[in-house]
């Protein structure tokens, strides 16, 4: 990809022509060239078509056969953890027990002025000894430093005696185990101390790391899951701040406080968010056993735990469609996913249903679905914000869900192609850290879902990607490469373009010119997934690979 510049213009008022590529785009399927002006997609067209934008423009990128798409958008982050995870302590990788203790005992020792330590990503299923750290293991490791370090999920965590130590009253929380992982209130209790400690030296550079990485895949925008149980105000701030103030990903923020009335309402929208909602906890995970169910876990005796009932899911509905917010909530279980539909049914009942539909209210993850939901999400114009990479690190028969719910509730999760045949929208994201930024690998856990019938398209996946993730913030005019649409774009290499459905027959006849269907990569699993060479937001180069 080579590129030639005419005398400067002010950024803001640049004309970009890319052409000799291939271009994703529904306004032509057989796109090559586009234009780019003041922020903006001005053109889509053929190459012939790209000569007479040629000699009137800024700058001109020579493609070299490269694709064009949409930017991707990340609905479900957690920016400062995922730049924990990029800069500090990640577990993810460790193999087994022992070599989780070594890590944490590397970390200390290369972190001497770290007032508490921060880690995460451990899993002790996938682990040969099948348990957790010990305190007792976890404080010899440290030299008795204090130490944070969640489950995968982010929904319980061990922690050091010197941590423990730092928190007043923690043994007494709804949570607390001595000899297990911290779950509800201790969890929420320890976390907040964890992050109140980090300096603010130390939250700049990991939110930095964070939105770098997404740009460096595709990303454009993300949007932040924060809340007082997750992160504090001041992380959320600053955030928002330093995404204001540089070059990089859009960050729409969502504080995930319970409101009432319009004095909880005002204080949502001071802080600058988009919604009250993201994680704003129904229930927990099913990997700690605390995502609410109607029968109990197959693997342990009792349903989890219960966050928010119906009435409270009422008045938080009523209270943020009468102030013009979003309103949303964290639901896996079958149990938090009914309290959820009924609650806002409850507001849908006292406002109209007309008004709660074109609040474009959310549900995060949204896994344990059944038929009654689905429908009842399509009824309630509800948006389900999923985490495709959920299945394709714990679906399958033999997988963690199988394990908790056995296998034949675990088949009904995450039902990706009932939800868009009954016409709920979907947005697709990562919960990173939880599962990593990866939008390719996103779009292929979609459409090669570990249990056949849930799958969907590539290009629906891809939809719900990008123009998804828009339309779940109220804006339907981007995510799209279109005339009039914000000029987000990443530029990517790639392999030989193709329509991939999960009925063949569909494939096939697609993949006729004829058609008039744009294609995308193969997302065949073992294939190798595309490469970013360039990402821009609003016209203006947030990553460029060198020697692209």
């Known amino acids: 990809m080579s590129q030639s510049t005419a005398p400067a213009a002010r950024a803001a008022d640049r004309t970009t022509l890319l052409r000799g590529g291939e271009v994703h785009s529904p306004a032509d399927p057989f796109a090559t060239a586009m234009v780019v002006e003041r922020g903006h997609i001005a053109w889509v067209g053929s190459e012939g078509a790209a000569d007479a934008f040629a000699d009137g423009v800024d700058e001109t990128v020579d493609l070299d056969g490269a694709l064009v798409t949409p930017a991707f958008t990340d609905a479900h982050v957690h920016t400062t953890a995922t730049g924990l995870a990029l800069t500090g302590l990640d577990l993810s990788g460790a193999r087994t027990l022992a070599e989780a203790l070594v890590l944490v005992r590397e970390h200390s020792a290369a972190r001497p002025s770290d007032r508490v330590l921060m880690g995460g990503g451990w899993d002790a299923a996938s682990w040969p000894e099948r348990r957790h750290p010990s305190r007792a293991e976890l404080d010899e490791a440290t030299g008795g430093r204090p130490l944070y370090l969640p489950r995968i999920d982010v929904h319980s965590a061990v922690v050091t005696t010197a941590l423990l130590d730092l928190v007043p009253g923690v043994t007494g929380l709804n949570g607390y185990h001595p000899d297990r992982p911290l779950t509800d209130a201790a969890h929420h209790a320890v976390r907040s101390t964890a992050q109140g400690a980090l300096t603010p030296a130390q939250r700049d550079e990991a939110q930095r790391a964070a939105l770098d990485r997404a740009a460096s895949l595709g990303i454009g925008t993300v949007h932040e899951c924060a809340g007082p149980d ?186 990706y192609a009932a939800l868009l045949r009954a016409g709920v929208p979907l947005a697709l994201g990562s919960d990173s850290p939880v599962t990593p930024l990866d939008p390719w690998g996103t779009v292929r856990a979609a459409a090669f879902h570990r249990t056949p019938g849930h799958r969907v398209s590539v290009r629906a996946a891809f939809t719900a990607h990008t123009r998804g993730g828009w339309r779940a913030v109220g804006r339907d005019d981007a995510g799209i490469l279109v005339p009039g649409a914000p000029a987000d774009y990443a530029v990517w290499r790639t392999g030989e373009l193709v329509v991939q459905a999960p009925d063949d027959r569909v494939a096939r006849w697609s993949t006729d010119p004829r058609s008039g269907t744009p294609g995308l990569p193969d997302l065949t699993p073992g294939a190798e997934l595309p490469f970013c060479l360039r990402t821009v937001v609003s016209g203006q180069t947030i990553f460029d690979r060198p020697n692209g």
């Open 230 to 415: 997750i992160s504090g105000e001041d992380d959320f701030l600053a955030l928002l701040a330093l995404a204001g103030a540089r070059p990089g990903p859009r960050v729409v923020g969502y504080w995930a406080e319970q409101i009432a009335d319009a004095k909880g309402a005002r204080r949502i929208s001071e802080l600058g968010a988009r919604g009250a909602a993201g994680d704003l906890f129904a229930d927990g995970s099913l990997g700690s056993h605390t995502a609410h169910l109607h029968d109990p876990y197959a693997d342990a005796d009792h349903r989890g735990a219960a966050r928010l009932d119906a009435a409270a899911v009422a008045a938080h509905v009523t209270a943020c469609t009468e102030a013009g917010l979003q309103a949303g909530f964290h639901a896996i279980g079958d149990a938090a996913l009914t309290a959820v539909t009924e609650g806002v049914r409850a507001a849908a009942q006292t406002l109209g249903l007309a008004r709660v539909r074109a609040a474009r209210h959310r549900v995060e993850h949204a896994e344990m679905l059944t038929p009654e939901t689905i429908a009842a999400f399509a009824e309630l114009g509800l948006t389900a914000s999923v985490q495709p990479a959920f299945d394709a690190a714990w679906g399958g028969d033999e997988g963690m869900y199988a394990e908790r719910l056995g296998v034949e509730r675990a088949r009904t999760l995450n039902p």
